[in-house]
């Protein structure tokens, strides 16, 4: 029985890895976080605390689970913060790497693990596996740096790059979907930019992205996103669309006028060929994941 090691079950990425898995009665799943308790606690799901910054307790647990393989579905993603707070965000997305590649080398642990368009400058997108990364921010270069380490490990391994990735989740961090929503319910204005375009993905290609890869027995990078290229404001405008909710409330402005902390790229977007050619995935565009989302939030009674 192959078993599966899942780091960040907490995350809206590793609840629909536990809940995807959970399905199959073929695997022996054990989901980790850094937290104390476990969001789906009340079933009957496998967890155990695990914080894969802490080298010595990644080696014990490793150790004695024997994984087949391990879903990192761990990370900083905050931009601005990895940007503001560079040494914990590089611990995070690289050491955090590097101590489940040591420890996944003395099992024989293929590793699945998720990375961002970031990596690229976002001046000549859409991007294909093989083009040349060139972070300009310091959670794309933290990133890179976490892919790297897969690639010299000498391990098997998968990356999933991934884009603006949305999804409901019990008690996760907002992402871009639910911030417009609950903004525009509230009756706030927002803005949103206009000039940073790729492609918005749901949560479930990605997940379904990282199952794929070790039941195919795939190996290296995969770009998995929706099908569909909009700006954030273009993306922000289907939203209110779809949740019937006031467009006029969203204010169409330019990147310069933030004033993050962080650089973004402007235009990235994904060929994700290699994925459905080889994963046997076609992704959702933006309805289609809208409209998905609207049913979650329903079913949490969030609708």
């Not at 080696?59 to 040494?87: G, M, Y």
């Not at 999933?160 to 949305?166: A, G, L, Q, S």
Request: hydrophobic fraction near 40%; include cysteine; charged fraction near 25%.
């Amino acid at each position: 029985m192959n078993r599966i090691l899942i780091c960040g079950s907490n995350g809206l990425l590793g609840q629909r890895l536990a809940q995807m898995l959970s399905r199959k009665t073929e695997y022996e799943v054990l989901n980790t976080s850094h937290h104390r308790t476990f969001v789906f606690d009340h079933q009957l799901f496998d967890y155990t605390q695990l914080d894969i910054t802490k080298k010595g307790d990644v080696k014990s647990l490793v150790s004695s689970f024997q994984p087949t393989v391990i879903l990192n579905a761990a990370a900083a993603t905050n931009v601005d913060w990895c940007e503001t707070h560079r040494e914990q965000a590089w611990t995070i997305n690289v050491v955090g790497v590097e101590n489940l590649v040591e420890a996944a080398k003395r099992v024989g642990a293929k590793i699945i693990h998720v990375s961002t368009d970031y990596v690229f400058d976002g001046r000549e997108g859409p991007y294909a596996e093989d083009d040349r990364p060139n972070p300009i921010s310091y959670y794309g270069k933290a990133k890179l740096a976490g892919e790297n380490v897969l690639r010299i490990s000498g391990i098997p391994f998968g990356i999933v790059r991934t884009i603006v990735v949305y999804g409901y989740g019990i008690k996760i961090k907002s992402n871009f979907a639910l911030w417009v929503i609950e903004s525009l319910r509230a009756g706030k204005s927002i803005r949103c930019v206009d000039d940073q375009i790729s492609n918005p993905t749901h949560v479930n290609d990605l997940a379904l992205a990282m199952v794929r890869i070790f039941e195919r027995q795939r190996e290296g990078v995969y770009h998995v996103s929706g099908s569909e290229t909009v700006s954030r404001h273009e993306f922000a405008v289907k939203i209110a669309e779809s949740f019937r909710l006031d467009s006029s409330l969203i204010q169409q402005i330019k990147s310069s006028e933030l004033q993050q902390a962080a650089p973004r790229p402007l235009l990235t977007g994904f060929i994700t060929l290699k994925a459905e050619t080889e994963l046997g995935i076609r992704t959702m565009n933006i309805l289609e994941g809208l409209t998905l989302l609207k049913r979650e939030m329903e079913s949490a009674g969030r609708n």
